[in-house]
């Protein structure tokens, strides 16, 4: 399964809100996480079964979809939500990553 | 808290055996599924397979035949080799361990290693 993420790059000012958007080549139902990466760590997972918070993760950042079509949703973004993000999606034995969201300050 | 702590080594020549490690701090080791991760500048995020305290195992199909993964749960470490490395395996390798507990691996993983950089050269 190919998951791609759009945009590739998001330009956003600080305050603002992001939408970033992730889809999927067949259907997924709700196996998919998003994660956060920021450089030198490892990811971070923030979502997982489509819309479920991981432990910790701020209430600014929300998941939502099902079938082939997610979104992630950073509603007013701080300083520390810059970083690059992928969907992964879980639905069958070859787990798979898009190829990532670079958000970026305005 | 779950941490992951893992070792192995970093340059290899093409034809060798990747071999790391990963040591699981906390509890509890059983229940979940725990998995490698790489990451290319040309690939991106691959992921590579899974293994739980039994032994049970879950891996890509396109990497399979070259992966070996193991478990040693006295120790609390489980363990990758790949097998004929070439150049298209230079990458970061994680290791992760899945977010719920399951008998067939959950699919995300909440925990990760620090990463270790593997790059192959001649």
């Known amino acids: 399964i190919v998951m791609t993420q759009s945009p590739a790059t998001l330009s956003v000012s600080p305050g603002e809100r992001a939408t970033l958007s992730c889809r999927a080549s067949?259907?997924?139902?709700?196996?998919l996480a998003w994660y956060q990466q920021k450089p030198g760590q490892a990811p971070r997972l923030l979502f997982y079964?489509?819309?479920t918070r991981a432990t910790g993760i701020p209430a600014r950042f929300s998941a939502s979809g099902s079938g082939t079509e997610f979104t992630l949703t950073i509603s007013s973004l701080q300083s520390e939500d810059f970083a690059v993000y992928y969907c992964q999606q879980y639905n069958n034995w070859l787990y798979t990553f898009g190829q990532g969201t670079k958000l970026e300050i305005k | 808290q779950v941490q992951l702590q893992q070792w192995g080594a970093g340059l290899l020549k093409p034809s060798e055996t990747l071999s790391l490690t990963c040591a699981v701090f906390g509890e509890p080791f059983s229940g979940f599924y725990w998995g490698w991760i790489r990451q290319s500048p040309g690939k991106g995020l691959e992921w590579i397979g899974e293994i739980n305290h039994n032994g049970n195992t879950n891996r890509n199909p396109s990497l399979k035949s070259r992966v070996t993964l193991s478990v040693d749960t006295s120790k609390k470490w489980f363990s990758l080799k790949l097998s004929s490395v070439t150049a298209a395996d230079t990458a970061v390798y994680y290791c992760?361990?899945?977010?719920?507990?399951?008998?067939?691996?959950?699919?995300?993983?909440?925990?990760w290693g620090q990463g270790t950089l593997v790059t192959v050269s001649s």
């Open positions: 067949e259907i997924v139902s709700s196996n």
């Open positions: 992760a361990r899945d977010t719920t507990p399951s008998s067939y691996g959950s699919g995300s993983y909440i925990v």
């Open positions: 079964d489509a819309s």
